[in-house]
């Protein structure tokens, strides 16, 4: 299949998607309780929080891959968990955490998956579906790589890959689990600025759970402050960001100064070995 100069990408449509009164668990352990959150339509959001806060339950659920014990999500107005699952497919992308591809997989048979829930019986690969594909490895970077087995890539061409096949599915919505997590830090920040990239030209609303509290900052124009299953603070990097959130989401002593290059709050550890100067 050919993937060489695909045309400009569409605009994705503005689609919603709800936790409301959201509460789930494992077993007899419950992990998230009561929890309402609107991601914004066509922004940027990013879940961040200690380990085993509910960060990637959160995600999981909303993506429909857990079922709650209570509440629900609702996608464009409907019940997430009652919707057919080719339409859910249709409407909303998951990068989980470090998935894995089959043996013998090129990028371009991976990223042509990502056009499974277009697919039928009475309707076969198409020049949609070959169009979806050429943009996806073009967006990633990826078209130079496509006839590359997979588990040959290094840790940043594979994520872009699994990113690729995400955008290949043409959903308005993108929900990424630690997108950055293994990856060393130059490949992060590649990662994150594709990701920007899929929200700013292409219109698409992205979700995505942080570790790194400033990349958070930088890349989110919302931003989501777990602890223990709850939503503490939500809302734009520079109005919630204080030291006082990151002690009690992080159980943290910092400081909160300017990013020199985004201006973004970015946080300063003190931690036991050093002493920090009065805050401003």
Request: proline share 6%; hydrophobic share 45%.
């Amino acid at each position: 299949m050919t993937t060489a100069n695909p045309p400009a990408p569409a605009a994705a449509p503005a689609v919603r998607l709800r936790a409301e009164g959201l509460t789930v668990g494992y077993a007899d352990r419950t992990i998230i309780a009561g929890l309402d959150l609107d991601l914004p339509a066509g922004k940027v959001t990013a879940v961040v929080g200690a380990n085993a806060c509910g960060k990637s339950t959160l995600l999981k659920t909303m993506a429909r891959l857990l079922t709650p014990r209570a509440g629900g999500v609702m996608l464009d107005g409907q019940a997430i968990h009652r919707m057919r699952t080719a339409d859910v497919a249709r409407t909303l992308g998951i990068l989980p955490q470090s998935p894995v591809a089959p043996d013998g997989l090129t990028v371009v048979d991976l990223v042509s998956r990502g056009r499974a829930p277009h697919q039928a019986w009475w309707r076969q690969w198409g020049r949609g579906d070959e169009r979806a594909v050429g943009e996806a490895l073009a967006a990633t970077g990826m078209a130079d790589h496509a006839d590359r087995m997979v588990d040959e890539l290094s840790g940043g061409q594979r994520q872009r890959a699994w990113i690729a096949m995400a955008i290949a599915q043409e959903t308005p919505i993108l929900l990424l689990d630690e997108p950055t997590t293994f990856l060393d830090i130059a490949h992060q920040i590649d990662v994150l600025d594709l990701v920007l990239d899929l929200n700013r030209r292409r219109g698409r609303t992205v979700a995505m759970v942080l570790h790194d509290i400033n990349q958070a900052c930088r890349y989110a124009d919302h931003l989501v402050a777990m602890k223990s299953g709850v939503i503490v603070a939500q809302g734009a990097p520079a109005a919630i960001v204080t030291s006082a959130l990151i002690e009690e989401v992080f159980d943290l002593d910092c400081r909160i100064v300017a990013d020199p290059v985004s201006h973004t709050p970015m946080i300063v550890p003190i931690g036991r070995h050093h002493s920090a100067p009065p805050a401003c």
